[in-house]
T-cell receptor, first 116, second 115 residues
Framework: AQTVTQSQPEMSVQEAETVTLSCTYD???????LFWYKQPPSRQMILVIR??????QNATENRFSVNFQKAAKSFSLKISDSQLGDAAMYFC?????????????FGKGTKLTVNP | DAGVIQSPRHEVTEMGQEVTLRCKPI?????LFWYRQTMMRGLELLIY????????DSGMPEDRFSAKMPNASFSTLKIQPSEPRDSAVYFC?????????????FGEGSWLTVV
């Protein structure tokens, strides 16, 4: 069974500094996708960044980047120049295609606080 | 394109009543998911459909829960009878490997409170 582990229930960072959220996953598949979603207090699930497992290059979206280590099954999220609006729950998710269908498995989340 | 549209956004109902949550996926997406989020259990996949067919409903808690997808643009999640422990945020999400590159897009959620 696929599992996703976020070992940091809570993290905090000073505004304008950098923070890294960790995520590990367990799978026997070789082709899959990984995502980070942000959930602010409004509860909306917002896609932050995605990574295809077959790509060696780490994905980057503006201030957000990932460190994807396939052999270690690690997928951490780095937020640079943290802003107050980055405060939210962050969920790591793993998606696998099985028989033409898709299944997305989430970690428990990391609550990020940004201090002014 | 409009995003995933869910209704109602908020619902408060009494225990024992029937609750119906509705979802319109993104046009062209052929996979649809229902998730439930609670403080205790986090995000749980309840059921997902591919091309309107239920593929995996192993996450549906019990017979009080049922989901349908009569066509590509509409799905419902029904709880009958509802119980206080069903109080949660229910998310609908959709994706298409061809159009969204396997990215799953979420609706804004339906906040359900059963009293």
């Amino acid at each position: 069974a696929q599992t996703v582990t976020q070992s940091q229930p809570e993290m905090s960072v000073q505004e304008a500094e950098t923070v890294t959220l960790s995520c590990t996953y367990d799978t026997s598949e070789s082709d899959y996708y990984l995502f980070w979603y942000k959930q602010p207090p409004s509860r909306q699930m917002i896609l932050v960044i995605r990574q295809e497992a077959y790509k060696q290059q780490n994905a980057t979206e503006n201030r957000f980047s990932v460190n994807f280590q396939k052999a270690a099954k690690s997928f951490s999220l780095k937020i640079s120049d943290s802003q107050l609006g980055d405060a939210a729950m962050y969920f790591c998710a793993y998606l696998v295609e099985e028989g033409g269908s898709e299944k997305l498995v989430f970690g428990k989340g990391t609550k990020l606080t940004v201090n002014p | 394109d409009a995003g995933v549209i869910q209704s109602p956004r908020h619902e408060v109902t009494e225990m024992g009543q029937e609750v119906t949550l509705r979802c319109k996926p993104i046009s062209g997406h052929n996979s649809l998911f229902w998730y439930r989020q609670t403080m205790m259990r986090g995000l749980e996949l309840l059921i997902y459909f591919n091309n309107n067919v239920p593929i995996d409903d192993s996450g549906m808690p019990e017979d009080r829960f049922s989901a349908k997808m009569p066509n590509a643009s509409f799905s419902t999640l029904k709880i009958q009878p509802s119980e206080p422990r069903d109080s949660a945020v229910y998310f609908c999400a959709s994706s298409s490997a061809r159009r969204s590159g396997n990215t799953i897009y979420f609706g804004e959620g339906s906040w359900l409170t059963v009293v």
